[in-house]
């Protein structure tokens, strides 16, 4: 079995095409939350993840945009294009996103957005933050977002060691807890604008990064047309 995994789309639906485009005939897709949020077709994006019977989490950007919740923690353009989702979602979408669990549990995966302490905020950066977070699961891995950065932390005898990124190169999964990051498929923050997204082989099993170039001069065009901020247009092509 193979399930694409998807994190922080932020509603840009070009990456989000092509990312579905690449992974082709996988048989399940799972989202790890912010799928709405800095970019410019948030209805668009619901639409196409319920089409393809998605199964998501929700991000710190999808509870701002169904009622406003944590938006003083973020900065002025993040809100600025917060304020733009909340006016403009249709009904469906804000119903989809406010159904989403904070948690799901898809053995031997828990799903979150931010960390399995604290789903939907907490940011995990490094190994330390990892190792503080296993304790507070119930499965062997973790897969979580948030960051905008591929990356896995792996625990090995009392040490917890960051593992990657190597796109194409798969983790085998063993019985070493592991949490791993996909990266951000709408806006990557690692230096490469490619989409980034893992590939769950149940043979193996193992996780593998793959990275998906998109039409990134669309999306810039439906965030002008939108009104959004300058500095979110601009970044996308630097992958920052
Ligand atoms: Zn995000």
């Known amino acids: 079995m193979l399930v694409a995994v998807l994190s ?25 939350g912010d799928t709405v949020g800095y970019g410019p ?12 019977g998605a199964l ?10 169904i009622d406003g919740e944590g938006i003083d923690w973020f900065n002025p353009n993040a809100r600025t294009a917060i304020e733009w989702t909340r006016r403009r979602i249709v009904p469906a979408t804000r119903d989809w996103l406010a159904g989403l669990p904070a948690r799901f549990i898809e053995a031997p995966f828990t ?15 490094d190994p330390e933050v990892a190792a503080e977070n296993l304790p507070f699961l119930a499965t ?3 897969l979580f977002g948030h ?10 005898g009392r040490l917890t060691r960051a593992i990657g990124p ?57 965030m002008r ?9 601009a970044r996308l092509e630097r992958g920052r």
Do not use: K, M
């Open 8 to 32: 922080d789309i932020h509603a840009n639906l070009a990456a989000l095409r092509a990312v579905l485009d690449d992974a082709g005939t996988v048989d399940g897709v799972r989202v790890l």
């Open 41 to 52: 077709e948030p209805d668009g994006v619901v639409e196409l993840l319920v089409d393809r």
């Open 56 to 65: 998501a989490v929700r991000g710190n950007h999808d509870v701002a945009a």
């Open 111 to 125: 799903l979150v957005h931010g960390s399995p302490r604290d789903p939907i905020w907490e940011y995990v950066t």
């Open 140 to 142: 062997p891995y973790c």
């Open 147 to 156: 960051t905008h950065v591929p990356i896995a932390y792996r625990r090995e």
């Open 166 to 222: 190597a796109p194409g190169a798969p983790i085998d999964l063993d019985d070493r807890p592991l949490l791993a990051n996909p990266g951000s498929v709408g806006q990557p923050r690692d230096g490469d604008p490619a989409a980034s997204w893992l590939l769950f082989d149940s043979d193996g099993p193992s996780l593998t990064w793959r990275r998906t170039p998109y039409d990134i001069g669309a999306t810039q065009a439906a």
């Open 225 to 233: 047309a939108a009104g959004l901020p300058a500095p979110l247009i």
